[in-house]
T-cell receptor, first 117, second 113 residues
Framework: AQTVTQSQPEMSVQEAETVTLSCTYDTSESDYYLFWYKQPPSRQMILVIRQEAYKQQNATENRFSVNFQKAAKSFSLKISDSQLGDAAMYFC??????????????FGKGTHLIIQP | ETGVTQTPRHLVMGMTNKKSLKCEQH?????MYWYKQSAKKPLELMFVYNFKEQTENNSVPSRFSPECPNSSHLFLHLHTLQPEDSALYLCASSHLPPLDGYTFGSGTRLTVV
């Protein structure tokens, strides 16, 4: 079974600065997807960024980018120019490519990101 | 509004009550999911419905009973719950395969007293 570990229960960053959230995972599969989701106080899970394991290039979405190290099974999220609206819980998640996706996502415990004005 | 609507937003129930959570999506997705989110624990996948058929049941206690009458609606029927069942219950939907990812609702915050 796959596991996802987020070792930082809470992180704090000054507004406009850069912060990196860590995620490691364990799997015996070679092809899979990795995700970062954001959960603000509204409770809705919002997709921030996704990475396909067979792609070597790191995914980027505006101020959000990942550092995907497949051999190390590491998938960190970098948020540049942090904004107050980035304050939320961030979850790292894994999905197997096999099974057609019907087995859903495996999540980490989350990192609470605080933005200091 | 994300396209996945969950009701009620909050629910308080006694251990002997029977209640139901509702999830609705009109995104044309053919798979729907129930997740349980407890404090300081990873989200746990409870049930998956693919074209109205249940395809995953991760050893969830029988006091939780899912129902999927069509591909747009998903229910979670609750009866004789325990205080440790208090959590945020999230519904999600997707195409299969989920090439566009998953869309989540805002959850039902359940408190069992």
């Amino acid at each position: 079974a796959q596991t996802v570990t987020q070792s930082q229960p809470e992180m704090s960053v000054q507004e406009a600065e850069t912060v990196t959230l860590s995620c490691t995972y364990d799997t015996s599969e070679s092809d899979y997807y990795l995700f970062w989701y954001k959960q603000p106080p509204s409770r809705q899970m919002i997709l921030v960024i996704r990475q396909e394991a067979y792609k070597q290039q790191n995914a980027t979405e505006n101020r959000f980018s990942v550092n995907f190290q497949k051999a190390a099974k590491s998938f960190s999220l970098k948020i540049s120019d942090s904004q107050l609206g980035d304050a939320a819980m961030y979850f790292c998640a894994y999905r197997s490519r096999s099974g057609g996706g019907a087995d859903g996502l495996t999540f980490g415990k989350g990192t609470h990101l605080i933005i200091q004005p | 509004e994300t396209g996945v609507t969950q009701t009620p937003r909050h629910l308080v129930m006694g251990m002997t009550n029977k209640k139901s959570l509702k999830c609705e999506q009109h995104l044309g997705h053919n798979a729907m999911y129930w997740y349980k989110q407890s404090a300081k624990k990873p989200l746990e996948l409870m049930f998956v419905y693919n074209f109205k058929e249940q395809t995953e049941n991760n050893s969830v206690p029988s006091r939780f009973s899912p129902e999927c009458p069509n591909s747009s609606h998903l229910f979670l029927h609750l009866h004789t719950l325990q205080p440790e069942d208090s959590a945020l219950y999230l519904c999600a939907s997707s195409h299969l395969p989920p090439l566009d990812g998953y869309t989540f609702g805002s959850g039902t915050r359940l408190t069992v007293v």
